[in-house]
């Protein structure tokens, strides 16, 4: 059954990296979980840039298609509409083209982003969830203008980082690990992934998922 998953997982995201919508095949495969199936299509088409500090991944809907961009060390996750811009790995940084007068400009200058007059949405576009009066709560990124399709901030960090196969085993519909915080969001609004540990097993678990 794991080679099984295995091979369709492959062959799936091969297709979802051509441009072929595999969100049917990923549904059957996730056993209908809609933000396991959103994660596997945004991991499909992940690019890694100056090992690992960075991914460029993207995320297409009905309503509007977009580029992620994310910086692992900070724990932030960015989104830039394809409508203004086409974005790319270029001789290993980020290449942004304004889609209307071509200019390029480059996010990653002396390894931090550098987003200058380039339209996008950060941390103000975050919603959150699990607060309480003295605490925002967990940190996620709004899709389609839509809180219920937000994902949270740290599982795209970690799908980065580990991947679909094991994030499934983590917020899946059936889980058998746990993603955490080393130190809870509550104290060091922290999401990078220096921050983040999967642990086996789910009894007794009382962390941050």
Known sequence: MCKEFKRLLSEYNYYQRKGIDQTENYILLFEGNSKIVDLAKIDAVKKRVRKGAFYLSRKKSNKVD???????????????????????????????INNKTGIRQSLIVNEKLRFGDIKHLGIPNYTYSSGDGNYRGIPSVRFENDYKYSIRVHW???????????LNKCVGSSPTHRLRRKITYKISNDNSISN???????????GEK
């Open 196 to 206: 983040l540990e999967i642990k086996v097993g789910t009894d007794n678990y009382k």
């Open 156 to 166: 795209i960090i970690a799908l980065m980082h580990w991947g679909i196969e094991t």
């Open 66 to 96: 977009e580029y992620l961009v994310i910086d692992m060390f900070k724990g932030h996750v960015y989104k830039i509409n394809s409508k203004h811009y086409t974005v790319k790995v270029d001789d290993d940084n980020i290449l942004v």
